[in-house]
């Protein structure tokens, strides 16, 4: 299993920007890509961004392509999203999850096998 770690949320007004940390730990080498993903109070867990493990390909949802950025940098074991211009409607709890099967789409949760606990984003004035 593969133990992540998401950190750096909080309360942030809008248009400000905010970067979010996944610690990656365990089986390492059973990662295909780190997905970052967003689930507001009542609503589904909503895809954001993705990133391929060992080639750093990365896939962003259209609605924060332009102002999200997820990276990883010298090969090491954390992942980050760079949030820039938020907006109130991206208030959410915001967690990070590993891919461990191929042939699966990197755009749906059931496509990763374990998750960190989230971390909270609230944006608001």
């Known amino acids: 299993q593969v133990q992540l770690v998401e950190s750096g949320g909080g309360l942030v007004q809008p248009g400000d920007p905010l970067r979010l940390s996944c610690e990656v730990s365990?089986?390492?080498?059973?990662?295909?890509?780190i997905g970052w993903f967003r689930q507001a109070p009542g609503k589904e867990r909503e895809f954001v961004a993705h990133?391929?493990?060992?080639?750093?390909?990365?896939y962003y949802s259209d609605s924060v392509k332009g102002r999200f950025t997820i990276s990883r940098y010298n090969a090491g074991n954390t992942v980050y999203l760079q949030m820039n211009s938020l907006a109130p409607d991206e208030s959410a709890v915001y967690y990070c999850?590993?891919?461990?099967?191929?042939?699966?789409?990197?755009?749906?949760?059931?496509?990763?096998?374990?998750w960190g606990q989230g971390t909270q984003v609230t944006v608001s004035s």
């Open positions: 999850g590993a891919q461990t099967r191929l042939g699966t789409t990197v755009f749906e949760p059931s496509s990763y096998d374990d």
């Open positions: 990133i391929m493990w060992n080639n750093g390909i990365d």
């Open positions: 365990t089986r390492t080498s059973s990662i295909y890509g």
